[in-house]
């Protein structure tokens, strides 16, 4: 059964960062490229970031970009979110997905809630 597992959400005062992780399970973590995708209260989904299977490749959203960064351990099974600079506008629930294509998905984690105020 495929899991995956978010953490390290929370509040965050504007311009601090917070690190999150997805724990994944029941499938060949390394052989899949992963996502970062987010829902902000009362919008549709974002893309926000992905990675390629190695880790070698990386992409952005324009409004993360140099400010967000996607890693993966696939020694621990473990795709990350380093999230600085934080903004108001950057207050959602944040799921990690696997991918099957670009920008196609076939598993979801429960997501973790970032609310960014002061």
């Known amino acids: 059964e495929v899991q995956l597992v978010e953490s390290g959400g929370g509040l965050v005062q504007p311009g601090g960062s917070l690190r999150l992780s997805c724990a994944a399970s029941g499938f060949t973590f390394s052989s899949y490229a992963m996502s970062w995708v987010r829902q902000a209260p009362g919008k549709g989904l974002e893309w926000v970031s992905a990675?390629?299977?190695?880790?070698?490749?990386?992409s952005y959203a324009d409004s993360v970009k140099g400010r967000f960064t996607i890693s993966r351990d696939n020694a621990k099974n473990t795709l990350y979110l380093q999230m600085n600079s934080l903004k108001p506008e950057d207050t959602a629930v944040y799921y990690c997905?696997?991918?099957?294509?670009?920008?196609?998905?076939?598993?979801w984690g429960q997501g973790t809630q970032v609310t960014v105020s002061s």
């Open positions: 990675i390629n299977s190695g880790g070698g490749s990386t």
């Open positions: 997905a696997k991918n099957v294509a670009i920008r196609v998905y076939d598993y």
